[in-house]
């Protein structure tokens, strides 16, 4: 069957198109709200649903915009009865149906998107809702499901407990979200006291506040701790919202903030099987200058290079960073039981731990990696199952 719109989604048609206009390059269409919408024609003819121009099964553009007609222009324009849009392309005498609900949806002047992730929502020690808690005897339910995902999203942290204390449970639980993303550690590791060890966190001592692995390119996205063993007295876990502290940061030490954001750190891992260096400023920006991950593996630096002044500026700037990044008020203190499941955004949320006594005991958490966009995907697509099931 042809697919009426060009992806897996449902679009409601919520408002019907009223009225059709050609001009020399667009088709402008009226909708029922007195709304208008300008569609370029090369626009258009890019997303035609016949089989040339798309692949039915992938839902994929066939065509790239170089083999399409150089000059495309309409024939004909009409509504049909149903709502959906009939174009004819003149010169390939090529008639095409466009979907009022998808259209509309993707109006270039003002797409409206069905679906929009939680917004980002910073948090301070003073949040009492943080961590956002989660009953895993319920997690089969999507709906809880969907909310553990949006706070990991929102907050950069969620908590599901009591989940059954198995080694299997993590995986079974964060298959349902996307692949595990493995590293150097493995795709899953074990976070406890050991002999012989490669990193700092498989040891009893205190762990400042810290992202992991800021030595790789893409540096993980969301960190996962699922506790099986917890029979320490102290070995508190900690974490510190590193977007709400760069926003301090900026606000009240825009020097440093500067420093962080421009200036690049070379971080390199020590071990006897791998080297990976990263050279990136602390804090990134994306194209629009808004703040997409903080990277501060502080034990994994390089020396620093440069002039003395840098040097100085450096030491300023992440002794700065450090101060708010293990201050009360933005820390978070809990205790991790057998069964709850930590997921917290590892390019967002620093982590850290009290230090504990071995000799009372086992501290045991099962951890892995799964990169940020896997959640985003994964809340789309519970969205729009619920659009496809008409809920
Ligand atoms: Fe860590």
């Not at 569609?39 to 798309?54: A, G, I």
């Not at 301070?124 to 706070?151: M, Y």
């Amino acid at each position: 069957m042809t697919p009426v719109v060009p992806d897996f989604d449902h679009y409601p048609i919520v408002h019907l198109p009223t009225a059709l206009q050609i001009t020399a390059d667009a088709l402008v269409v009226t909708w029922d709200d007195g709304a208008e919408s300008t569609f370029p024609l090369l626009w258009l003819r890019e997303y035609s649903l016949d089989p040339v121009t798309f692949n039915h099964q992938t839902r994929e553009q066939n065509l790239a915009v170089i083999d399409l007609p150089n000059n495309v222009s309409l024939s004909a324009a009409s509504i049909a009865a149903d709502g959906m849009i009939q174009v004819t392309f003149e010169s390939e005498g090529l008639t095409s149906s466009y979907h009022p609900g998808w259209l509309r949806t993707h109006c270039p002047q003002n797409p409206t998107p069905q679906y929009t992730l939680p917004d980002r929502v910073l948090w301070s020690a003073k949040d009492g809702s943080v961590p956002p808690r989660f009953d895993g005897r319920n997690i089969a339910d999507n709906a809880v499901f969907e909310g553990w995902l949006g706070a990991m999203r929102a907050y950069g942290v969620g908590l599901i407990e009591q989940l059954p204390v198995a080694p299997g449970t993590l995986e079974t639980v964060i298959d349902r979200i996307g692949p595990i993303r493995a590293t150097n550690f493995g795709r899953l590791y074990d976070v406890e006291n050991k002999a012989d060890t490669n990193s700092n966190a498989y040891t009893a001592q205190p762990l400042r506040a810290h992202t992991d692995l800021a030595t790789r390119e893409y540096q993980p996205g969301i960190q996962f701790f699922f506790c099986m063993a917890n029979e320490v007295r102290q070995g508190a876990s900690i974490l510190s919202d590193g977007f709400a502290i760069a926003e301090r940061i900026r606000q009240d030490h825009p020097e440093q903030y500067a420093f962080l954001t421009d200036h690049p750190v070379m971080f390199v891992n020590k071990d006897k099987d791998s080297e990976y260096r990263y050279e990136v400023p602390i804090f990134e920006t994306d194209y629009r200058g808004n703040l997409t991950t903080v990277r501060f593996t502080y034990w994994l630096r390089a020396p620093m290079t440069g002039d003395i002044t840098t040097i100085k500026r450096f030491h300023e700037a992440t002794s700065l960073l450090h101060h708010y990044a293990d201050h009360t008020d933005f820390q978070i203190r809990f205790r991790l039981a057998p069964g709850d499941l930590v997921g917290f955004d590892n390019r967002r949320v620093f982590h850290g731990r009290d230090g504990f006594d071995p000799s009372e005991g086992a501290r045991w958490f099962r951890g892995c990696y799964l990169e940020r966009e896997e959640i985003e995907s994964r809340l789309r697509v519970l969205d729009r199952n619920k659009r496809l099931a008409g809920v």
